[in-house]
């Protein structure tokens, strides 16, 4: 079992930027990768990005990879998303996710279904 609680989402304006967290506990094995997924109303759940725990290793969807960046505190098992230059259209609702899948080079996967545990979720709204 692994729990994903997520914090630090909220209502900025255009431009601006935001830093959620996702606090990790649970099995280790289970949570080998940590995703970052957004939801938005109407619209299917898409990957963010994610972080192959204590091999640093990223993936980040291309319509955020200049912006955004993923790291993690190993010490305290949060992982980070660093959202800068926000758009309108990044608001979401924003989840992490927890898994072990990996491609062959050790990558984790930014499709949701590959992803076994979830947190609640935390809001971002922008607005122009």
């Known amino acids: 079992q692994v729990q994903l609680v997520e914090s630090g989402g909220g209502s900025v304006q255009v431009g601006e930027s935001l830093r959620l967290s996702c606090t990790v506990s649970?099995?280790?094995?289970?949570?080998?990768?940590i995703g970052w997924f957004r939801q938005a109303p109407g619209k299917e759940r898409e990957g963010v990005a994610t972080?192959?725990?204590?091999?640093?290793?990223?993936n980040l969807h291309a319509a955020v990879a200049a912006r955004f960046i993923i790291s993690q505190d190993a010490a305290r098992n949060i992982v980070y998303l660093e959202m800068n230059s926000l758009k309108d259209d990044d608001s979401a609702m924003y989840y992490c996710?927890?898994?072990?899948?990996?491609?062959?080079?050790?990558?984790?996967?930014?499709?949701?279904?590959?992803?076994?545990?979830w947190g609640q979720g935390t809001p971002v709204t922008v607005s122009s």
């Open positions: 972080i192959r725990l204590g091999r640093g290793k990223r």
């Open positions: 996710a927890a898994g072990q899948k990996t491609s062959d080079d050790g990558f984790c996967p930014l499709r949701p279904t590959d992803y076994s545990y």
């Open positions: 649970g099995d280790p094995i289970s949570s080998a990768c």
